[in-house]
């Protein structure tokens, strides 16, 4: 079974999805991370973030992988080329340097395709922008997930202060999160938009808890 469960950056899709999982037994896929790896390895490689087929040549070359802690079916590590670059790609330059490489057809012809043969591997959450719409579009359960740019950005402060990296200031972070929201949404390929048969669901008025619960009664419903 695949839960696919897209929104915009901050909304709490990662909290959400890793928490699904755990419930229910399932795998977990970050598949903005795969976004972020590649973007962090074309930077290595000074690539430009305007050359659509270097960027490709980079989503296709480089294995991303993810690392689970022992006992945990939630992957918690990051690794491309066998680096690992579990921070580095949560860093303010790699914020800005993934809006043109995630809009890269060729960069997501690569990652849409490892995407689904991992999905398709077993029992997955899936967490991004296009999962329900292009990835999984036969996904038996669709969430689109948001919350308000303020509650998202307050979010993102606290999750940065919490791993460490990335912006703190407030005002930064709400910039950011708008630009790529809009970026996002406006890109030629694959934009940011709700499946037709996604529930959406509005993180900033409801529980976290209350959000997890609803995704896995949708879920045991959608087994039966
Ligand atoms: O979820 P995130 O903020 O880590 O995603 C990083 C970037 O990757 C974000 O700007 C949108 C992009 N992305 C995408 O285009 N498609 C996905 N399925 C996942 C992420």
């Known amino acids: 079974m695949i839960i696919a469960i897209d929104g915009p950056s901050g909304a709490g899709k990662s909290t959400v999805a890793k928490a699904v999982a755990k419930k229910l037994g399932f795998s977990c896929l970050d598949t903005g991370a795969m976004y972020r790896a590649v973007a962090w390895q074309a930077q290595q490689n000074g690539v430009p973030l305007d050359d659509n087929e270097a960027l490709g040549e980079v989503a296709r070359t480089y294995d991303i992988e993810f690392g689970h802690n022992e006992g945990d079916p939630v992957p918690k590590r990051v690794f491309i080329g066998g680096v690992e670059v579990t921070d580095a790609i949560r860093t303010t330059e790699i914020d800005k340097a993934v809006s043109p ?24 959450v899936v967490e991004g922008r296009d999962i329900g719409t292009v990835v999984f579009p036969n996904a038996e359960v669709k969430v689109f997930l948001t919350a308000s740019d303020e509650e998202r950005a307050h979010r993102r402060v606290r999750q940065n202060v919490d791993r ?5 200031d407030y005002e930064e972070v709400l910039a950011d999160l708008r630009r790529r929201d809009a970026y996002d949404s406006s890109r030629a390929t694959s934009p940011l938009r709700p499946a037709e048969d996604a529930i959406h669901i509005d993180s900033t008025t409801h529980y976290i808890e209350d959000v997890i619960e609803q995704i896995c009664s949708l879920a ?3 087994r039966q």
């Open 220 to 222: 045991k419903a959608a």
């Open 164 to 168: 460490g990296v990335g912006s703190l």
């Open 101 to 124: 490489v995630s809009a890269a057809p060729a960069v997501r012809e690569a990652l849409v395709d490892q995407q689904r043969r991992i999905g398709n591997a077993g029992d997955y």
